[in-house]
């Protein structure tokens, strides 16, 4: 049996995060990890909230935000992460440190915008092991606060310190190649631990000390173990120790040790100067430790009394504990703690004048998210990583306290509002696509403090600024059908599926409702045979009629949103055929016009908005119109020797090209004598003809990002050197293009008015300089450039209006994975150089589209979509400072990694496709379709839909993120429009392959700015298993919620009987699952009033499932009920009992008023069985239950499936190892004994602990057997979830196909560089803790190795190819159909 691993979705669960100057020294960003995955995101200040109907509620509208700016995705788990400053470098780098004992340093490289690896560090020696095989130990790294040396703890013996150097000598490393990286480091040494003492064992934490002359460790370790059971006899058994790392000498003296501390010490946390010293954190207790001062604890409940004789003083006023707490510093003396509850405290450390600590001041500030890791920001910033919930990006404010009396009575007044404004905000949010789900309602409640000390203290006041949404962790998963789905595609053959999964952790707990398609909700469908084009127009006749009205400006005020709105409507939706043109006016209802001032006897090649939305533009095969609103005001005709087959637009420019690759432009001016009339002026650039021009773009940059000035020259404040001088008509017309800020196609105009954002937004941006590129800067003024594609393969970017040559690309078409520019004296010598290159044209393959667009926040973003043969090429542009002198562009674009399958089946060549090659008269004359549509708002999105045969959306949002999905429902999309209509408020047309027009809108309640478009319904409370009845479409979930346990069960003789435990009011009670079994419909995502089944006291569900069992009631003789699976735990001295339940969901007749209540548990069967019920299922009707086995190899199972092959059988193991294995039942191998011991045949490490598997059959199969679904019948997909909020799954192959796949992925493991120096083969390796006498049979091929074959350019591909002894194509289309057979959701 072979199969192929697949990542569907990626993890989201948080784990580590830093804050350190990733990019350049001018700007810092937040550097977040979660199990492979890499992100740096940068803060943004006062975003507009563009969440549907806000401006009108919410006063504010502004909120800080994090914005996505680079991923990477590494084969290895990230174990620890730390920052340091290298000598001379610009940028920070990051220390990463994997299993087992590896240490990455890797740093952001300008030149390719990505990681590159400085130095690699690996200590997996078998003499560092000890002889032990199993490794329990995380490779920890700590970093020096100076930055002069970083350590390492592995094994949990060895201490490896690396060395930097520390040396100024900045001015020799300028301008070096490589930054002087040799200098960098010096070499790193081994630490033995135990030779410093030799009691030093089972380091609980380290950290270093600030404020001493060399790096300074302190380590928080328990040499003699004990535990809670043993306290009565050994208690006290922490210790630290504190060493001087002299790097030049290489020795390292204690300085400083003490011993008898609590025993339950978690973690130390260094405190800055001038206080110094260390905080520990212990569970039931917190002690501040200092060299020279005597030490200051405190108890933070009862029970310290009698596990402890270290001398604490009671903390009034609180009772928690910190196990599993988080901290960080904000200040020298203040520090923000989360507990294991989500509850936030900031502690302040109260001095007196010899600066040694004498009282700790707790202030509960808000109750949050449950955090795994915390980062201060920039000052009044906090961010909570978390892989229990989502992460979250919180402001605070500090209030001064003058005294007790007023703080009270200003807390009162202050309590209530920001609480309610929070509800407020998050219940609007739910339509805005990247608003915050509504997880976080009441994420943040806010606390005044009572305390007074004689100090100034302080509140702090919490408030969250934005979410990162976060699905795991995975507990279990369900498939069903979605609720909503338009008829349309009701009677599709390919059942439409959602995926439910249980996510988060208590107050964390959600249902993630997850379709990784986009369905489009139809409003209406029209049959348009023959139209192959479309454009949607903004007709401007409202909007001057209401100019003119004077009004008094309070009514102006209130109308200027709805005006706004009106003056965004699409008046007239354009139709092309091959002949004519239908001109269809969009009002309440739409009609054709007959007579008008567009063009209708022949086709139409372009239309869209110009000069602010004002007039349209529309570009016939022989002329050019430009309208106000049904009025021609302009006519051109237009001979550039053969028709005009493509336009495209930058406002106030547009430039079009003929058949034969003419290219021409015109500019839109307004009469000179101050008239109001205005005009299309041409302007014919002076650009060779050497090689004819096959396809091009304008583009309007609005974010300074496209600019020819090299940052070095620059002065630090001359912003507005940047802008253009342009040619001085046009300069007239700037005003009222600045104005609002205007669009790429015209289509339709943009999501908000820079003009009203300039004056919050400006102040924050003082802080940075020019030379930061990468911050979007406010009120730069756009610039216009054009994208030239020629036939030899040659990209060319003009700056207009004076066409002057900026950038070139030769071999563009190849896909390079960074395009450079080579436009260095390229106008000069553009004749000689010329002659060679027209013979090497015949391979060069033939570039049919390009789009450069900008996106994301304040199209900030820009993108350059490329459609290629058979193929689509996406870049994302970044800034390069090239430093030549020459006056060249300062941008590079670096490609993007997607799946999207551009390849269309071979069988006839479709009109759309026509090829130069195919002569004139096949038609090349004819118009060009784009397959690239941009849109502006689309319920609040913005991006690109992608025509073909494989439509998408690409979405970027002022999150950052590109996200693509598909949308397969409809099948092959012709061409697309963005549609804002009163009827059809920012919705969307599109022409399906049958020529029926749909008007559609987005569905508005799932969130689209995740990679899988999701909506997140938060329950509040632990869910443990989820399950779809198909019969009542319904769902069973399973929830718990923490019950505070004061008895204990005893057993007297037969009798068992419950003892209730006394205890103080500063006793901290353990907490019990109290267990419950209710329905959830998908039609609100609410929970069925009245059909909660409460569980015992003390009892656990353990499994709950739907079972077909044998019915008399139906016609199949089975029937789908609810089945679940308990445990009773009374303690040590109780047998272990379960019981079995088995459910029917009934109809009834609903009570008045809630229609939900038609569902109704009916419980058929609850008995006691033998022992505890670990697992069920069913088969043939009957149900199979697990009651407590022993296995002759031990395995730590996690979840188990069937993995199906045709008539091969295997059973899907994941274990606690993060592994995934294959067994097989083969009772004719000797190995098996007879079938007694199944045989492992596949085994691959997830890296991800995987807790819930489903499958589903291979998408295709159910259309009728062709040649290809052949080949994939009766093969099973095995889907998993994992804790880490990652999907992914397992497809079974053919063994020619898998053996030709191996010896790629082998070659790929070899030839490309990979992230921090990793191995995927060594990752992808079964890791086992336990030696067995087995090696690894492998078998699973790594789908996301074989992936980056898609992102090479073709001459790699070739050469790849040609190593294995195959070819590209046929390597594409394994790849490709890995991806069409696995396309579910």
Known sequence: MYAV?????????????????????????????????????????????????????????????????????????????????????????????????????????PGTNDLKTISLHYFEEPELRDGFVQNVHIPEVRVDPDGRCAVMLIYGTRLVVLPFRRDTLTEEHEGVVGEGQKSSFLPSYIIDIRELDEKLLNIIDMQFLHGYYEPTLLMLYEPNQTWTGRVAVRQDTCSIVAISLNIMQRV?????????????????????????????????????????????????????????????????GVKFTLDCAQAAVISYDKMVISLKGGEIYVLTLVTDGMRSVRAFHFDKAAASVLTTCMTIMDPGYLFLGSRLGNSLL????????????????????????????????????????????????????????????????????????????????????????????????????????????CSGYGKNGALSVLQRSIRPQVVTTFELP???????????????????????????????????????????????????????????????????????????????????????????????????????????????????????????????????????????????????????????????????????????????????????SMSKNDLSSRS??????????????????????????????????????????????????????????????????????????????????????????????????????????????????????????????????????????????????????????????????????????????????????????????????????????????????????????????????CPHWLLITSRGALRLHPMTIDGPIESFAPFHNVNCPKGFLYFNRQGELRISVLPAYLSYDAPWPVRKIPLRCTVHYVSYHVESKVYAITTSVNDICTKIPRMTGEEKEFETIERDERYIHPVQEKFSIQLISPVSWEIIPNTRIDLEDWEHVTCMKTVSLKSQETVSGLKGYVAAGTCILHGEEVTCRGRILIMDIIEVVPEPGQPLTKNKFKVLYEKEQKGPVTALCHCNGYLVSAIGQKDAKPLEVYSVEFMVDNSQLGFLVSDRDKNLIVYMYLPEAKESFGGMRLLRREDFNVGAHVNALWRTPCRGALDGPTKKSIAWENKHITWFASLDGGMGLLLPMQEKTYRRLLMLQNA??????????????????????????????????????????????????????????????MILDDLLEIDRVTAHF
């Open 252 to 316: 390292h003296p204690v300085i400083w040790s003490l011993s008898n501390l609590p025993f339950d010490c978690t973690q130390a946390l260094a405190v800055p100067k001038p206080i110094g010293g260390v905080v520990i954190f212990a569970v039931n207790s917190l002690v501040y430790l200092n060299q020279s001062v005597p030490p200051y604890g405190v108890s933070l409940n009862s029970m310290t009394n009698g596990t402890t004789s270290f001398p604490l003083r009671v903390q009034e």
């Open 5 to 109: 691993y697949r990542q569907a979705h990626p993890p989201t669960g948080i784990e580590f995060s830093i804050y350190c100057n990733f990019f350049s020294s001018e700007e810092r960003n937040l550097v977040v990890a979660g199990t492979s995955q890499l992100y740096v995101y940068r803060l943004l200040r006062n975003v507009e909230s563009s969440a549907k109907g806000e401006k009108a509620s919410d006063a504010k509208g502004y909120k800080d935000k994090l914005e996505l700016l680079a991923s990477f995705s590494l084969f290895g788990n990230i174990m620890s992460m730390a920052n340091v400053q290298l000598a001379g470098a610009k940028r920070d780098a990051l220390l990463l440190s994997f299993q087992d004992a590896k240490l990455s340093v890797v740093e952001y490289d």
């Open 724 to 949: 253009m001088e342009a040619d001085g008509s046009i300069q007239d017309l700037s005003t009222t293009v600045d104005d609002e800020e205007e669009m790429l196609y015209g289509d339709n105009s943009s999501l908000f008015t820079p003009n009203k954002e300039q004056g919050s937004a400006n102040h924050s941006m003082t802080g940075l300089t020019v030379a930061d590129r990468q911050s979007p800067h406010y009120g730069v003024e756009p610039t216009h450039w054009c994208m030239l594609v020629r036939e030899n393969g040659v990209m060319e970017i003009y700056q207009l209006p004076d066409w002057h040559l900026v950038f070139l690309n030769k071999n563009f078409p190849m896909g390079q994975r960074v395009l450079v520019d080579s436009s260095f004296g390229q106008q000069t010598t553009q004749e000689g150089g010329k002659k060679e290159e027209v013979t090497r044209q015949g391979e060069m393959p033939l570039v049919k589209e390009v789009l450069l667009v900008g996106l994301g926040h304040r199209r900030s973003r820009p993108y350059l979509l490329v459609h290629v043969d058979q193929e689509l090429l996406i870049y994302e542009a970044f800034s390069y400072d090239s430093q030549s002198g020459w006056s060249n562009l300062q941008v590079r674009f670096k490609k993007v990694a997607h799946n999207i399958n551009f390849k269309e089946k071979k069988v006839k060549q479709s009109k759309k496709k026509s090829d130069t090659a195919l002569g004139e008269e096949s038609g090349s004359t004819r118009a060009r379709v784009a397959r690239f549509r941009y849109f502006e708002d689309i319920s609040g999105y913005s991006g690109v839909f992608i025509c073909g045969p």
């Open 530 to 712: 023959g139209c192959y084009d479309m454009w949607t127009v903004i007709s401007s006749e409202k909007k001057i009629e209401e100019d003119s009205v004077e009004g008094d400006t309070g009514d102006k005020e209130q109308n200027k949103s709805d005006q706004e709105e009106d003056g965004k409507r699409h008046g007239f939706l354009i139709l092309s055929r091959e002949d004519t043109t239908m001109i269809l006016q969009t009002g309440q209802e739409i009609m054709e016009l007959d007579t008008s001032g567009f063009a209708t006897q022949g086709p139409t090649v372009f239309a869209g908005n110009i000069g602010d939305n004002k007039y349209i533009v529309q570009v016939s095969p022989l002329a050019i119109r430009l309208l106000e609103g049904v009025n021609q005001v302009h006519f051109i005709p237009v001979d550039m020797g053969s028709p005009i087959i493509h336009c495209s637009m930058a406002d106030p420019y547009v430039v079009v090209m003929s058949a034969e690759g003419q290219v021409t432009m015109f500019v839109l001016k307004s009469d000179s004598y101050g008239g109001k009339a205005n005009r299309l002026t041409l302007q014919k650039p002076q650009i060779h003809m050497l090689s004819k021009v096959i396809t091009l773009c304008a583009f309007r940059d609005v974010s300074g990002m496209f600019s020819t000035d090299s940052k070095n």
């Open 394 to 501: 919180l402001k605070y404010t500090e209030k001064l306290q003058e005294a007790p009396m007023n703080v009270s009575r200003d807390h009162e007044k202050q309590e209530e509002p920001p609480n309610k404004k929070k509800r407020v905000e998050a219940s609007l949010n739910w339509g805005g696509g990247n608003a915050a789900l509504p997880d976080e309602v009441d994420e943040i409640e806010v606390y005044g403090s009572e305390a007074q000390s004689g100090t100034q203290l302080a509140t702090y006041s919490f408030e969250v600024c934005d979410s990162i949404l976060n699905i795991g962790p995975c507990v279990s998963t369900s498939m069903g059908e979605p609720a909503f789905l338009s008829e349309e595609f009701q009677n599709s053959l390919e059942p439409d599926l959602e995926i439910v999964v």
């Open 1308 to 1369: 790929l493991n070899t030839m490309i560089s990979h992230h921090a120096g990793l191995n995927p083969k060594a990752f992808r390796m079964l890791h086992a803790d336990r030696r067995t006498l087995q090696n690894a049979v492998r078998n699973i091929l790594d789908g996301e190795l074989l992936n980056r074959y898609l992102y090479l350019s073709t001459m790699e591909r070739s050469e790849l190819a040609k190593k294995i002894g195959t070819t590209p194509d």
